[in-house]
């Protein structure tokens, strides 16, 4: 399959482009040139998009501002329109999936302690896919419009859509990052294990169902996502548990 991968530069696209490789023929799209061969384009101008889609039968779209602090004018310009404008070229180019990279955030307004990054244990809860937005930031309320758009896609121009509501994962394949610290509990519900990740995207790219949200994470011990339907519509069974780190 040629899939492309926009944000490829980022720690996920990293992550991707290695994993994905042997099975897919992957092109690059980064804001800025590479060490590696990428189309360096900015995904929120909408002439540079045109025609850079040609010949891939999937797009993963990762690319946009990745920080729940973010500002409203760099969520509007990279994550709203960034993202509306990666699926017109995708309708256009006759792309036929689109896998956006969403977030747990989108409903961590639900969860969330005295930051994005503080889980309230206090309220103990178990989310599923169809509970209604709780943003829990302007990033979480922009990758929530970049889902609604998904469905738009889908529906009414026949590309197939994947939400990835993506947890917690960082430079180093472990949860320890967080041990100790305010963001414990947050990390330790929502780490997503690197051997996780890639497959979760693998099992995005083969599924023909032509819309579909999805909780990326591992199967973590102390997660607050009901991974059933999960299992069911993308058929992704996550390994990893990050309590096998802590001990406890």
Same mark, same amino acid.
């Given at each position: ?20 490789? %042997?099975?897919?023929?992957?092109? /690059?799209? !980064?804001? !800025? /040139? ?28 990762? &690319? +946009? ?5 973010? /500002? ?13 404008? =990666?699926? @017109?070229?995708?309708?256009? *180019?006759? =792309?036929?999936? =689109? ?10 307004? #639900? ?19 169809? %509970? ?8 979480? &309320?922009?990758?929530? !419009?970049? @889902?609604?758009? +998904?469905?738009?896609?889908?529906? $009414? $121009? ?8 993506? +947890? &917690?994962?960082?430079?180093?394949? !472990?949860?320890?990052? &967080? *041990?100790?610290? /305010?963001? #414990? ?10 051997? %996780?990740?890639?497959? *979760?995207?693998?099992? *995005? ?15 973590? +011990? ?6 059933? @339907? ?12 990050? @309590? ?5």
């Amino acid at each position: 399959m040629h899939v492309g991968i926009t944000g490829a530069e980022g720690r996920i696209g990293g992550y991707l482009r290695a994993g994905l490789a %042997d099975s897919h023929q992957i092109k /690059s799209f !980064t804001l !800025t /040139s590479q060490e590696f061969d990428s189309t360096v384009v900015d995904i929120s101008d909408a002439d540079a998009m045109n025609g850079l889609f040609s010949g891939l039968d999937a797009v993963i779209h990762l &690319a +946009g501002d990745p920080s729940p602090a973010g /500002s409203w004018e760099s969520m509007l310009k990279n994550n709203i329109i960034g993202t509306f404008n =990666v699926l @017109e070229e995708s309708r256009r *180019a006759g =792309v036929k999936k =689109v896998v956006f990279a969403s977030t747990n955030h989108t409903q961590h307004g #639900e969860t969330m302690g005295a930051s994005p990054e503080i889980l309230d244990v206090s309220n103990p809860i178990m989310l599923r896919l169809g %509970d209604y937005f709780n943003p829990s930031s302007i990033y979480g &309320a922009s990758k929530a !419009t970049g @889902e609604v758009y +998904g469905k738009l896609f889908a529906r $009414h $121009h026949g590309v197939k859509f994947v939400a990835m509501r993506i +947890g &917690a994962i960082g430079d180093e394949d !472990t949860p320890m990052r &967080a *041990a100790g610290k /305010s963001s #414990e509990d947050y990390v330790r519900a929502m780490w997503l294990s690197r051997r %996780d990740l890639v497959t *979760a995207f693998q099992k *995005a790219l083969d599924t023909d169902r032509d819309f579909t949200l999805a909780y990326v994470i591992s199967n973590n +011990g102390r997660r607050i996502f009901d991974l059933r @339907e999960t299992n069911e519509n993308l058929g992704f069974y996550p390994q990893d548990d990050a @309590e096998t780190f802590f001990g406890n």
